[in-house]
Every structure is written in structure tokens, then in C-alpha cells.
């Protein structure tokens, strides 16, 4: 028997064929590991659905699964990536036009698609999967596909090339009645009714830790010591507590000796391919035990096998928007039953397994049992903007799964009149049509669009690409080895050099590591930059250079574009020594990161700032100084 006819969705093969058929929306419950992301797109083409030159697409809310799923599944056909299974994530793609017929994509990715392609007429099939994480760009193609669906049906009528949209919903809980009532004609099939789930021992805490990274550390080195063989899984809650845990562990293990060694792995979202799949990797259970920590990701989106045990610490880290602040940051807080129960569920795969809970079981039963969808807790702008490329104007008469609040309606509304976008009826403008175009945040492209004006967009596109950097810049925070990379008047200026300087190296690794500058990032930097060169030229954008003017200070053209799109975030020095928002008394109080050039030295007055970061106190970084007289147009 084929490997894959041992998975639990195998024997569900026939009625998912079926009610598909049947139903235009099919909402497909199963736990994690049961074979849904991996197999159902296959089903589909071997049914036929990718015939005639269409497609069946599959999204994923991170880049880390969708990549790492594709590869998986076009492993499993014998065949490499790119070929008839395909990918699509921001910056980078292995799709071949002709052969793909299954692809896997990013939620935002194919929410540009609509942009080109408004009824997506290229897919036959669209699997909208991980649907119980309510993403914000899930939630906002719950909304988009429900009125292509509906449009689609219509015009099949009319014209026999256009056929019906079906969609698959896919989600790891339960709770899928809203979603039911949400699509018409839709039918929730359950996966696995019979499967055997072995039971999984959960260890609460007597008393609630004060510091569960150290509990975690801990708790890992006991089950080596005291448990039979069995991987381990560890939840934190991003990449520093992981490697911290990584080091930590690495310290103790490596001066041990014991039967069973242990080999640690990291595993979070901004990881290059061949590390990913190290956590994949099979290995003698009798000789060596993996210790995998990782993310919120390894909760369902990713199925490793061979977890026996898992620690979770009992928080997650997710987007907070705080409209008064006009402000998104990170923010860690307690994880919901619902997820809770999917971390403990890892354990008990292949057999019974064990979850420690480094909480008690009372602050177990006050947690909530879903989090907030995050459309309730996050920046707008972006999204309601390319809501209105597509054409609908009336954002509030949008028929959202959980209506956003109005406050971060309102607020993003407001930013894009400010940027130009919309006019003062709410139109979408020129602008705003070019601004939606670019794969960049509304403000981030609107500094590329200025520098048009200023005739540096030369300069300005190598800062937008450097900011676009989802990955650390900086191996370590102390600027004593990039003294001669840094830029006094600022971050941004100080990352035009930096790229500059490293184009100049030939693009050297050597160079980056002798100023502890983070090669990948640099790599990843450059391919931003000529996507990026790409959309210039499509809207016949010049890429000039401000040395080629005869400006006096060269800076200040550049300094100038940065202005007209992050105008929200100026700050004030203070008497104290600190920066207070112009725009917004709430935001005070703000000390300069250690990590930005001003912090070596500085005493402008007026600052503007691309993020904050909340840690022992509120601190800004990625900072250039201004004049307040160029926020007044
Ligand atoms: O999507 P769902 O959680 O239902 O499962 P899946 O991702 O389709 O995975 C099905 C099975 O494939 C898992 O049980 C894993 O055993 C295996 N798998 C793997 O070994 N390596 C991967 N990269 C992905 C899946
Ligand atoms: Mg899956």
C-alpha cells in the first residue's frame, strides 16, 4: 500500500470527490497530520480539475508552510518543486506557467491575484486552508470569494468559458457553524471519525512560573533525563526566545553524556529552506532524540512526526492595533484553549504521548477559548485600500465574517486620504491605484511614488527594499564592527550605505560577517529591490539618481520621500530627553533603540520613526531626522 493511503483523508477520497460536485463550499474538518493540505489538492487534479488548463490553488496564512507544503507534496509526485506543484510567496515563486497545475500560495498573495484577475478565472478549485487561525487576509478572502463565487455563478450562464468557483474550507476545530450560515450551499464533512487519536498525559504546573523560558529549559533537560526515548516539542513564542533556549540547552547537553543524544532544532517563519526541513528529518529514536522549539506554527500548520512529547509555554505572539496609537506591534499574551489543546494534540500521533503545560490548570480553564480574530486587531490601511482597487467602495456594507471595528475603519480610512489614495468622497484615486499595485505597505510604496518627484528613486528604492526585510539585519546589536557603514543623520541612510557598500563588495559574505550584517538578509534585500525595479518600470517610473542633480545636501530629497509616507510618525525631543508623537499625546515617553546610529549621538529635535518596540520601556527605531516643515505640503 501506498504510503499515503495510510493517512486518515485517504478514505474520505471519494466523498470529498463527491460533495464537491455537489456543493459549491465544502468545509472540511480534520486534526492536524491527518493528510488535508498535503493530499486534497492532489485528489483534485488526479479527479480532473486542473484539466484544460486550469488550476487548483491552495493557501496558507505563512510563507514558512506554504514553501515547505510544496515541496512536501511535490516530493511525494517524484518530482521537484516548480513543475506541476508550484509555489507563490511574496519575493519569490517557483511556478512554470505551462506545467503547474496544483499551487500553493500565501493567503496575501492570492488577494493580489484578485487585482489582475478579479473572478480568478484561472482556478477551478480554491482550498482556503488553516481557516480556524482566521488570519486577516483569511477572513478577507472569505469575504472576496463568497462575491466571486456568487459572480461566477452568475455568469456561467451567460458564457459557457466561465465555470463555477468551488471552494474547499479547511480548518483543524470544530467551531465552523458561522462559516456554514456564512457560504451558501456548503456542507461540513468531517476527516477521521474512526481514527485512532492515542491518549496524551497533560502535567500542569502546581504553581504558576515566573519565568517559563527558564521552566522550559528545565523541563526539556528532565524528560531527556527521566523518560523513554520520544521527540520533543517545545512552543515559545518567537525567534530570540528560541535561540536563547537553543544556546542554553546546546551549553548543558553538550557537556553531558548519555545513551541518547539530542539534537536541537529551531523552527520558526524567516528560516531558510534547508534548516526547515532538518525538523523533517528522520532519525534512529534509540540513538538520538530531536528537541524541536519552535513557533505557533508547528501547532497545525506543520506535521512532524515522532513527537512524543511536548512543552508548551503557554503564550503565543500575535499583532495588536491600537487605532489611537496608529500603531501595530508584536505583543505576546496567553494562548486560548482552543490552540492549548492543538499544542497537546502534537504528542499523541504515533502514540500515547505527554504534554507539559508549564501553567496551572486553573489559569487553564480562564483562558478564552479563541483568540480574537486578528481583522479585530490590526492596521487596516493595506487591506481597505485594496478593497477599494477592487472596486468596493462601501467598506462598511462589506459583508466581513467579524465586522473589523470601526475605529480601525476609520483610522485607516483616514491614512489613506492622507497619503493621497482616496478622495474626499472615499474614491479611489491615481495614486491609490499605483499604491495598491506595489507588494509593499501602503506608506512604503507611496515613498517610492514621491521620490519620482525628487529624483531619487534610485536611493529610495534600495531604503524601501532594506525595510521590507522581515528577517534581522544586525548578527548583533553593538555597532562597534560597522563604524564605517554608519550614517549620522540616520537608520535609512545608514541602509542605502550599507547596501551600497555591499553591492561595491561584489556582494561579499565576507563582508557582511566582518561587520556582523546578516548575509541572507542582505541576499534577501537584493531580490526585494528587483521585484520592486520591476513594478517601477510597469508604471514607467525613471530610476534616477540624486548624485546626478546638483542638490546641495543630498540627503535631504531622500529624507523628504520618507516624510510623505510615514507623516504618522514624527516625533518631538522632550525636555527629559525623550520623543513625544506631534500627531498623537498618547504615544510619550519614547527612548531611542540602542540598535539605531542616533542612539551613538543625537539631539534633533524633530525625528521620524518606522517602528516602536515595546520591551523595558517604549523604545523607536529605524529613525532619520527632519524638518517639521516638510510635513506641509
Ligand atoms: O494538513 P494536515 O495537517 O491535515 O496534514 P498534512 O500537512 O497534509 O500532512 C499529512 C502527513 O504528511 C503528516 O501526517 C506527515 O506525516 C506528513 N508530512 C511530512 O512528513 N512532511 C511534511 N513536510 C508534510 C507532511
Ligand atoms: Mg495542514
Same mark, same amino acid.
Given at each position: 500500500?501506498?504510503?499515503?493511503?495510510?493517512?486518515?483523508?485517504?478514505?474520505?477520497?471519494?466523498?470529498?470527490?463527491?460533495?464537491?460536485?455537489?456543493?459549491?463550499?465544502?468545509?472540511?474538518?480534520?486534526?492536524?497530520?491527518?493528510?488535508?493540505?498535503?493530499?486534497?489538492?492532489?485528489?483534485?487534479?488526479?479527479?480532473?480539475?486542473?484539466?484544460?488548463?486550469?488550476?487548483? %490553488?491552495?493557501?496558507?496564512?505563512?510563507?514558512?508552510?506554504?514553501?515547505? %507544503? #510544496?515541496?512536501?507534496?511535490?516530493?511525494?509526485?517524484?518530482?521537484?518543486?516548480?513543475?506541476?506543484?508550484?509555489?507563490?510567496?511574496?519575493?519569490?515563486?517557483?511556478?512554470?506557467? *505551462?506545467?503547474?497545475?496544483?499551487?500553493?500560495?500565501?493567503?496575501?498573495?492570492?488577494?493580489?491575484?484578485?487585482?489582475?484577475?478579479?473572478?480568478?478565472?484561472?482556478?477551478?478549485?480554491?482550498?482556503?486552508?488553516?481557516?480556524?487561525?482566521?488570519?486577516?487576509?483569511?477572513?478577507?478572502?472569505?469575504?472576496?470569494?463568497?462575491?466571486?463565487?456568487?459572480?461566477?455563478?452568475?455568469?456561467?450562464?451567460?458564457?459557457?468559458?466561465?465555470?463555477?468557483?468551488?471552494?474547499?474550507?479547511?480548518?483543524?476545530?470544530?467551531?465552523?457553524?458561522?462559516?456554514?450560515?456564512?457560504?451558501?450551499?456548503?456542507?461540513?464533512?468531517?476527516?477521521?471519525?474512526?481514527?485512532?487519536?492515542?491518549?496524551?498525559?497533560?502535567?500542569?504546573?502546581?504553581?504558576?512560573?515566573?519565568?517559563?523560558?527558564?521552566?522550559?529549559?528545565?523541563?526539556?533537560?528532565?524528560?531527556?533525563?527521566?523518560?523513554?526515548?520520544?521527540?520533543?516539542?517545545?512552543?515559545?513564542?518567537?525567534?530570540? @526566545?528560541?535561540?536563547?533556549?537553543?544556546?542554553?540547552?546546546?551549553?548543558?547537553?553538550?557537556?553531558?553524556?548519555?545513551?541518547?543524544?539530542?539534537?536541537?532544532?529551531? !523552527?520558526?517563519?524567516?528560516?531558510?529552506?534547508?534548516?526547515?526541513?532538518?525538523?523533517?528529518?528522520?532519525?534512529?529514536?534509540?540513538?538520538?532524540?530531536?528537541?524541536?522549539?519552535?513557533?505557533?506554527?508547528? @501547532?497545525?500548520?506543520?506535521?512532524?512526526?515522532?513527537?512524543?512529547?511536548?512543552?508548551?509555554?503557554?503564550?503565543?505572539?500575535?499583532?495588536?492595533?491600537?487605532?489611537?496609537?496608529?500603531?501595530?506591534?508584536?505583543?505576546?499574551?496567553?494562548?486560548?484553549?482552543?490552540?492549548?489543546?492543538?499544542?497537546?494534540?502534537? #504528542?499523541? &500521533?504515533?502514540?500515547?504521548?505527554?504534554?507539559?503545560?508549564?501553567?496551572?490548570?486553573?489559569?487553564?480553564?480562564?483562558?478564552?477559548?479563541?483568540?480574537?480574530?486578528?481583522?479585530?486587531?490590526?492596521?487596516?490601511?493595506?487591506?481597505?485600500?485594496?478593497?477599494?482597487?477592487?472596486?468596493?467602495?462601501?467598506? !462598511?456594507?462589506?459583508?466581513?465574517?467579524?465586522?473589523?471595528?470601526?475605529? *480601525?475603519?476609520?483610522?485607516?480610512?483616514?491614512?489613506?486620504?492622507?497619503?493621497?489614495?482616496?478622495?474626499?468622497?472615499?474614491?479611489?484615486?491615481?495614486?491609490?491605484?499605483?499604491?495598491?499595485?506595489?507588494?509593499?505597505?501602503?506608506?512604503?510604496?507611496?515613498?517610492?511614488?514621491?521620490?519620482?518627484?525628487?529624483?531619487?528613486?534610485?536611493?529610495? !528604492?534600495?531604503?524601501?527594499?532594506?525595510?521590507?526585510?522581515?528577517? *534581522?539585519?544586525?548578527?548583533?546589536?553593538?555597532?562597534?564592527?560597522?563604524?564605517?557603514?554608519?550614517? &549620522?543623520?540616520?537608520?535609512?541612510?545608514?541602509?542605502?550605505?550599507?547596501?551600497?557598500?555591499?553591492?561595491?563588495? *561584489?556582494?561579499?559574505?565576507?563582508?557582511?560577517?566582518?561587520?556582523?550584517?546578516?548575509?541572507?538578509?542582505?541576499?534577501? #534585500?537584493?531580490?526585494?529591490?528587483?521585484?520592486?525595479?520591476?513594478?517601477?518600470?510597469?508604471?514607467?517610473?525613471?530610476?534616477?539618481?540624486?548624485?546626478?542633480?546638483?542638490?546641495?545636501?543630498?540627503?535631504?530629497?531622500?529624507?523628504?520621500?520618507?516624510? #510623505?509616507?510615514?507623516?504618522?510618525?514624527?516625533?518631538?525631543?522632550?525636555?527629559?530627553?525623550?520623543?513625544?508623537?506631534?500627531?498623537?499625546?498618547?504615544?510619550?515617553?519614547?527612548?531611542?533603540?540602542?540598535?539605531?546610529?542616533?542612539?551613538?549621538?543625537?539631539?534633533?529635535?524633530?525625528?521620524?520613526?518606522?517602528?516602536?518596540?515595546?520591551?523595558?520601556? &517604549?523604545?523607536?527605531?529605524?529613525?532619520?531626522?527632519?524638518?517639521?516643515?516638510?510635513?506641509?505640503?
Amino acid at each position: 500500500m501506498n504510503i499515503h493511503q495510510t493517512l486518515p483523508i485517504y478514505e474520505n477520497k471519494k466523498d470529498i470527490l463527491y460533495l464537491l460536485e455537489k456543493y459549491s463550499t465544502l468545509i472540511i474538518i480534520g486534526t492536524t497530520g491527518c493528510g488535508k493540505t498535503t493530499q486534497i489538492p492532489k485528489y483534485l487534479w488526479e479527479s480532473g480539475w486542473a484539466d484544460g488548463g486550469r488550476q487548483i %490553488v491552495c493557501t496558507q496564512p505563512r510563507r514558512i508552510s506554504t514553501v515547505s %507544503v #510544496a515541496t512536501r507534496v511535490a516530493d511525494e509526485m517524484n518530482q521537484s518543486v516548480g513543475k506541476t506543484v508550484g509555489y507563490s510567496v511574496r519575493f519569490d515563486e517557483q511556478i512554470d506557467d *505551462n506545467l503547474t497545475r496544483i499551487k500553493y500560495t500565501t493567503d496575501g498573495m492570492l488577494l493580489r491575484e484578485m487585482m489582475l484577475d478579479p473572478l480568478l478565472l484561472r482556478y477551478s478549485v480554491i482550498m482556503v486552508d488553516e481557516a480556524h487561525e482566521r488570519s486577516l487576509n483569511t477572513d478577507m478572502l472569505f469575504g472576496l470569494l463568497k462575491k466571486i463565487q456568487k459572480a461566477r455563478f452568475l455568469k456561467k450562464s451567460e458564457n459557457s468559458r466561465i465555470d463555477e468557483l468551488k471552494l474547499i474550507i479547511s480548518s483543524a476545530t470544530l467551531q465552523v457553524e458561522q462559516l456554514q450560515k456564512y457560504f451558501q450551499n456548503s456542507y461540513i464533512l468531517t476527516i477521521g471519525k474512526g481514527q485512532r487519536i492515542y491518549p496524551v498525559d497533560i502535567m500542569y504546573l502546581e504553581e504558576p512560573c515566573i519565568n517559563y523560558l527558564d521552566k522550559c529549559y528545565h523541563t526539556v533537560i528532565d524528560i531527556q533525563n527521566s523518560q523513554p526515548p520520544g521527540d520533543i516539542l517545545v512552543f515559545l513564542t518567537g525567534k530570540e @526566545e528560541i535561540d536563547t533556549l537553543i544556546e542554553r540547552l546546546d551549553n548543558f547537553f553538550s557537556t553531558q553524556k548519555s545513551k541518547i543524544s539530542v539534537v536541537l532544532l529551531a !523552527l520558526y517563519s524567516q528560516m531558510s529552506m534547508e534548516k526547515q526541513l532538518k525538523v523533517f528529518q528522520q532519525t534512529n529514536p534509540s540513538m538520538t532524540r530531536k528537541v524541536i522549539v519552535s513557533t505557533n506554527v508547528a @501547532e497545525t500548520s506543520l506535521t512532524i512526526d515522532g513527537i512524543v512529547y511536548v512543552v508548551d509555554c503557554g503564550f503565543i505572539k500575535i499583532k495588536s492595533y491600537s487605532p489611537l496609537e496608529a500603531m501595530e506591534s508584536l505583543v505576546v499574551v496567553p494562548v486560548s484553549q482552543s490552540s492549548a489543546n492543538q499544542r497537546s494534540g502534537r #504528542a499523541g &500521533r504515533n502514540r500515547p504521548g505527554k504534554c507539559y503545560r508549564l501553567y496551572t490548570e486553573d489559569s487553564f480553564s480562564k483562558l478564552d477559548h479563541n483568540l480574537i480574530p486578528e481583522i479585530s486587531r490590526s492596521n487596516l490601511t493595506p487591506l481597505i485600500l485594496q478593497l477599494k482597487n477592487m472596486g468596493i467602495d462601501n467598506i !462598511l456594507n462589506f459583508d466581513f465574517l467579524t465586522l473589523p471595528p470601526t475605529n *480601525n475603519l476609520a483610522s485607516a480610512l483616514e491614512t489613506l486620504y492622507k497619503l493621497g489614495a482616496i478622495d474626499d468622497n472615499g474614491k479611489l484615486t491615481e495614486t491609490g491605484g499605483i499604491l495598491s499595485e506595489f507588494p509593499l505597505d501602503p506608506q512604503l510604496s507611496k515613498v517610492l511614488l514621491t521620490s519620482q518627484r525628487f529624483h531619487c528613486t534610485f536611493e529610495c !528604492l534600495i531604503i524601501v527594499s532594506m525595510l521590507s526585510l522581515q528577517s *534581522n539585519l544586525y548578527d548583533i546589536q553593538s555597532h562597534s564592527h560597522r563604524k564605517d557603514v554608519l550614517i &549620522r543623520q540616520g537608520d535609512h541612510l545608514t541602509l542605502l550605505n550599507i547596501f551600497q557598500q555591499f553591492q561595491q563588495s *561584489n556582494y561579499s559574505k565576507s563582508w557582511c560577517k566582518s561587520r556582523q550584517i546578516n548575509y541572507k538578509s542582505m541576499t534577501m #534585500a537584493l531580490k526585494i529591490k528587483n521585484q520592486l525595479q520591476a513594478y517601477l518600470k510597469k508604471f514607467s517610473i525613471p530610476i534616477q539618481s540624486i548624485q546626478d542633480t546638483d542638490e546641495k545636501d543630498l540627503t535631504i530629497p531622500i529624507r523628504k520621500c520618507i516624510v #510623505a509616507g510615514f507623516f504618522n510618525n514624527i516625533v518631538r525631543l522632550q525636555s527629559d530627553g525623550t520623543y513625544k508623537s506631534i500627531g498623537n499625546p498618547l504615544l510619550d515617553n519614547l527612548y531611542i533603540h540602542p540598535i539605531s546610529v542616533l542612539s551613538l549621538q543625537n539631539s534633533s529635535p524633530f525625528l521620524l520613526y518606522n517602528e516602536i518596540l515595546y520591551t523595558t520601556k &517604549r523604545f523607536i527605531k529605524d529613525l532619520i531626522v527632519i524638518e517639521p516643515e516638510w510635513l506641509i505640503k
